[in-house]
Nanobody, 126 residues
Framework: QVQLVESGGGLVQAGGSLRLSCAAS????????MGWFRQAPGKEREFVAA????????DYAYSVKGRFTISRDNAKNTVYLQMNSLKPEDTAVYYC???????????????????WGQGTQVTVSS
């Protein structure tokens, strides 16, 4: 079965960095658009970033643009989220997700993603 396993979360001070990883199995990884989402307590899950099959196209939420970078290694079936200049408002559970809804085109709606990881907690202290 499909499994997405996130890692790399933790506690970091404001201005610091973290790198999240998501290891995928049970699917043809290189044929899925991969996305990162996050959910803070009391808030809805929101789009963070996504990347197409080859990694040649990416999209970011306005709130993280210029600070976060999504990348993927198809040989390792892994997608990454490099998070720099972290802010307390970045505190959330971060999820990776996979979709083939529009083939190789990036989609940002969470309902359009088929598979989800269990999430990893990121806490940014002020």
């Amino acid at each position: 079965q499909v499994q997405l396993v996130e890692s790399g979360g933790g506690l970091v001070q404001a201005g610091g960095s973290l790198r999240l990883s998501c290891a995928a199995s049970g699917l043809t990884f290189s044929s899925f658009v991969m996305g990162w989402f996050r959910q803070a307590p009391g808030k809805e899950r929101e789009f963070v970033a996504a990347i197409n099959w080859s990694g040649g196209s990416t999209d970011y939420a306005y709130s993280v643009k210029g600070r976060f970078t999504i990348s993927r290694d198809n040989a390792k079936n892994t997608v990454y989220l490099q998070m720099n200049s972290l802010k307390p408002e970045d505190t959330a559970v971060y999820y990776c997700a996979a979709t083939q809804f529009l083939g190789n085109k990036i989609v940002t709606g969470s309902v359009l993603y088929d598979y989800w990881g269990q999430g990893t907690q990121v806490t940014v202290s002020s």
